[in-house]
């Protein structure tokens, strides 16, 4: 038996250290080649770490919360066959893991691999690496945690269930193997639609009571609450709300949705983003950011919309650049694509940052108003309530039209009251009169 003591790569340009957020594996178990071991998190960008070899893990380094230091070891895993504790520095520069998971090859990974011959090349103490998408394609994927069980839905198709699902089915008396999933595991999802439509064991006279939860704040939440604390300590906030008529906009869209085509369905979202992008080079400074170290402020030229995103792990931003260039279709495509790469934790660093100002929205379920939290070092944030039907007067006749708030938060240190309401108004002249809002 050997020692192989996996080193914390560098992930990031300029990281010194990275945060523990999830271990996929325990002191104990014993894991294959290219298993995942751990999620490791710099700023709000999450990396998923694999080990290169197979065998039986011996040690973990700290605890999840924990920072650890680049080029420290992260496990030691215990193998088959000669010692490999030499090897460790080499494999550490030879074998450096990217963002996915995947192996970049360096020049001295060129020199020691030979190209194949007609030779076999006996390597008993180590199993020949697979490309990664070989092994994606035979192995189930597991997004929350790779130890979570398989389960049979009643056709007959294995599914997995994460631990945190497990542990919720055993607080509410529900037996996994009676729970329906049209995925490849049971979510959370599907633990609602059962006890909607079953009672989940739940007594008539109300929700089973559950043990009280200590909940350590660590990885994507440290970061949201620590980004929240200082804008909120930093930035002198100041919300002002209108209401706009959108009926003549949501005619608009549901036309254009009926003769999409291949396109995406098109959300209000295309829609303001477009007018944000015609009203805002009348008001630079709403889009901008303030280094308040500095003292400076910079008036960004392009529109870099930052997108709030609700992700498992809790609320991203990614960015939309330069959507001052694109149409409300190419909008409503890279608003999907950005939303799906945060949810599933494969958003690039260059996709989390860089925004201007941002655009948050909680569909349906956006309330009347809302006071949203500046994404510092931003100074503006624009919240999309819900879209309602009102009887309203129009020019002394009453009408049943479709009405939505927008919530406008500034830091008045940079933008004033005045301009923060002439700019809602701008918005207004668009939005209000689709024709104006997509003539080029």
Partial sequence: MARYEFKLPDIGEGIAEAEIVA????VGDMVEEDASLADMMTDKATVEMETP?????????GEVGDQIPIGSVLAVIETEGADRASETAADSEVERPLADGAVEATPAMAEEIPVASSEAVQAPARPERRP????????????????ASLRTNEGGIKVL???AVRQRARDLGIDLADVKTTSDRIRHSDLDAYLLYNGG???ARGAASRADETIKVVGLRRKIAENMQEAKRRIPHFTLVEEYDVT???DTRAMMNRDRGSNPKLTVLPFLITAMAKALPEFPMLNATYDDDANVITRVGALNLGMATQTPGGLMVPVIRNAQNMSVWQLASEILRLAEAARSGKASREELSGSSITLSSLGPMGGITSTPVINRPEVAIIAVNKVEEKVVVVGGEIEIRKRMNL??????????GWDAANFMQALKRFIEHPLRLLSA
């Fill in 132 to 147: 990664k998408a070989e092994v994606e394609g035979r192995l189930p994927q597991v997004e929350e945690c790779p130890s």
């Fill in 248 to 250: 003549d906009l949501e």
């Fill in 201 to 203: 064991g739940v007594s």
């Fill in 407 to 416: 919530s406008l938060s500034c830091d008045h240190r940079v933008v004033d």
């Fill in 161 to 163: 269930a994460s631990p």
């Fill in 23 to 26: 271990w996929h594996v325990k």
């Fill in 53 to 61: 070899v197979a065998g039986k893990v011996v040690e973990l380094a």
